[in-house]
Nanobody, 126 residues
């Protein structure tokens, strides 16, 4: 069982920035960030196929969010800029090992990832 611990959430005004971190206990080749607002389904906002260092983003965050990882620190990051009130949600990191970048790219569902963190809250006020 891979352990994941998120941190870095908080409250900011619209237009502000936050950087989320996810410390992982074991390296896996597909790492994602999801978010879930009250009453909504959990949605993936970004993923990294670490074997080829490819990143994938939801349309709603492309150009504002950047996912990265630092293997030396066993940490996954999500840099969030130009935050909007609609970005308010609980943010989760998730990881799994997959066969190829195609599997990571198409892993949009919660069920596609085996390992999850406990989440960190992001609140953006207007």
């Amino acid at each position: 069982q891979v352990q994941l611990v998120e941190s870095g959430g908080g409250s900011v005004q619209a237009g502000g920035s936050l950087r989320l971190s996810c410390k992982y206990s074991a390296f896996q080749n597909c790492m994602g960030w999801f978010r879930q607002a009250p009453g909504n389904e959990r949605e993936r906002v970004a993923a990294i196929y670490t074997s080829a260092d490819r990143t994938y983003y939801a349309d709603s965050v492309r150009g504002r969010f950047t996912a990265s990882h630092d293997n030396a620190k066993d940490t996954l990051y999500l840099q969030m800029n130009n935050l909007k009130p609609e970005d308010t949600a609980m943010y989760y990191c998730a990881t799994d090992n997959v066969r190829s970048d195609t599997y990571c790219y198409t892993a949009w569902r919660q069920a596609d990832f085996a390992n999850w963190g406990q989440g960190t809250q992001v609140t953006v006020s207007s």
